[in-house]
């Protein structure tokens, strides 16, 4: 299994509401990553997991909350977020450092 | 490298001719670098990876060059097929930590029937 599975595959949410995007692999990876990618742009980085443990926060607002809840799963969760972060929300694992990160296929999340 | 500007650099090439996608990366001490290809609608697909200690690697039909004095990463296909169509990614190691993967801003590849 080299899969790298996120759902939903769409969320449409309102500024009030609060979402998760769950994401789950299956390949003994000890890393795993949140990307945010706006249209058109590249993927950049947002939270960076290592051991179940949070290594890596780029600086994110507080209104993505992530949680790593073992190794085999990450959830990113939304409160009270602006129509600018409508984006597409990538997750991803790796073995660890500096070794290719497989990505799943994102979550298209609209902010209205 | 950086991500730039709102629009992305195509290149565009004929169905059975090889495609070289250009890549200028910033970290002179970075490690690792990897290409990604991404279809509309879905996530980054690995394509082929090179470490600093190498400046060739070959896969099946793309080659990926590496030359570190000018920093400047480069994509090989051979033959290209309509299915290659899509937009390519450079990464390179990040600055402060090797978790870090740092995307370039993307080259689409159109491929003429």
């Known amino acids: 299994d080299t899969e790298v599975t996120q759902t939903p595959k769409h969320l449409v949410m309102g500024m009030t509401n609060k979402k998760s995007l769950k994401c789950e692999q299956h390949?003994?990876?000890?890393?795993m990553y949140w990307y945010k990618q706006k249209a058109k742009k590249p993927p950049e980085l947002m939270f960076v997991y290592s051991y179940e443990k949070l290594s890596i926060n780029e600086s994110v607002p507080s209104r993505f909350s992530p949680e790593c809840p073992n190794s085999s799963l990450l959830n990113l969760h939304l409160h009270a977020l602006q129509p600018e972060d409508s984006a597409l929300y990538l997750c991803?694992?790796?073995?660890?450092?500096?070794?290719?990160?497989?990505f799943g296929s994102g979550t298209q999340l609209s902010v209205l | 490298g950086e991500s730039v500007g709102l629009h992305l650099p195509t290149l565009s090439v004929q169905e059975g001719d090889n495609s070289i996608i250009n890549c200028a990366y910033s970290?002179?001490?970075?490690?690792?670098f990897i290409w990604y290809k991404q279809e509309s609608g879905k996530g980054p697909q690995f394509i082929i990876d090179i470490r600093s200690n190498m400046d060739k690697r070959q896969g099946q039909r793309v080659t990926v060059l590496l030359n570190k004095t000018v920093k400047h990463l480069s994509l090989q296909i051979a033959a290209t097929q309509p299915g290659d169509s899509a937009v390519y990614f450079c990464?390179?190691?990040?600055?402060?930590?090797?978790?870090?993967?740092?995307f370039g801003s993307g080259t689409r590849l159109l491929v003429r029937p």
């Open positions: 990464a390179e190691e990040g600055m402060d930590s090797s978790y870090k993967l740092i």
């Open positions: 991803a694992s790796s073995q660890g450092q500096n070794e290719k990160l497989f």
């Open positions: 970290n002179s001490a970075s490690d690792y």
């Open positions: 390949m003994g990876h000890r890393a």
